[in-house]
């Protein structure tokens, strides 16, 4: 049981890039998130997605798309990146009821934009 | 828009110490609220979880309240350890758009030997 799994752990991007954050979760959750982690900032939601094939936006879902592609897996692209989408992004999974409804989270990917 | 606070932003407290670390959401129309650890370059990892219809859960030296109606939930680490320093942060779940989770910004606890 890996949990929620998140790939790659680093990148390094310049201006006007694309890449796609990878995410899967083995726990059989519906609901999955996007968050970015700023310095003094907390966690901001940035996409999340209850079920599979929809999708909501969050706080600042601003230069950023994603997709759920099945119940396991909930990808982020960034189309170009600027340097203001430098982060540490985190995945999230949502434990379903009946059991207790805790976020698990993935280990994160810090992203650096030149 | 419910907005989530946590004070004080940084503390430094003896090894031993009881300490008590805040959490303020504007909002008091919650499902549940979390309690997160996060060392530094490492993910989340939940230590708490309170329902909106409970007082207060404890794990071990851990003990999380939840005041809905003044919008407060606090936790108490008892006989703090240096192993205990870390980024802690409470997260809350609305009942209206009831998937999304709000985080606070945090409070870094430093326990000194």
């Known amino acids: 049981n890996a949990g929620v799994t998140q790939t790659p752990k680093f990148q390094v991007l310049k201006t006007g890039q694309s890449m796609t954050l990878q995410c899967a979760q083995d726990?059989?959750?519906?609901?999955m998130y996007w968050y970015r982690q700023d310095p003094g900032m907390g966690l901001r939601l940035i996409y999340y997605?209850?079920?599979?094939?929809?999708?909501d936006k969050g706080e600042v879902p601003n230069g950023y798309n994603v997709s759920r592609l099945n119940k396991r897996e909930f990808s982020l692209r960034l189309e170009s990146a600027a340097p203001s989408q430098t982060s540490v992004y985190f995945c999230?999974?949502?434990?379903?009821?009946?059991?207790?409804?805790?976020?698990?989270f993935g280990s994160g990917t810090q992203l650096s934009v030149l | 828009k419910q907005e989530v606070t946590q004070i004080p932003a940084a503390l430094s407290v003896p090894e031993g110490e009881n300490l008590v670390l805040n959490c303020s959401f504007t909002?008091?129309?919650?499902?549940?609220l979390q309690w997160f650890r996060q060392d530094p370059g490492k993910g989340l990892t939940s230590l708490l979880l309170?329902?909106?219809?409970?007082r207060e859960q404890t794990s071990g030296r851990l003990n999380a309240s939840l005041d809905k109606s003044s919008g407060r939930s606090t936790l108490y680490i008892a006989a703090s350890q240096p192993g205990d320093s870390a980024t802690y942060l409470c997260?809350?779940?609305?009942?209206?758009?009831?998937?999304?989770?709000?985080f606070g910004p945090g409070t870094s606890l430093s326990v000194i030997p």
């Open positions: 909002d008091s129309a919650i499902y549940n």
């Open positions: 999230a999974s949502l434990r379903p009821p009946p059991s207790n409804e805790k976020l698990f």
């Open positions: 309170i329902q909106s219809s409970q």
């Open positions: 997605s209850a079920s599979e094939g929809t999708t």
């Open positions: 997260a809350v779940r609305r009942l209206t758009s009831y998937d999304k989770v709000i």
């Open positions: 726990m059989n959750h519906n609901s």
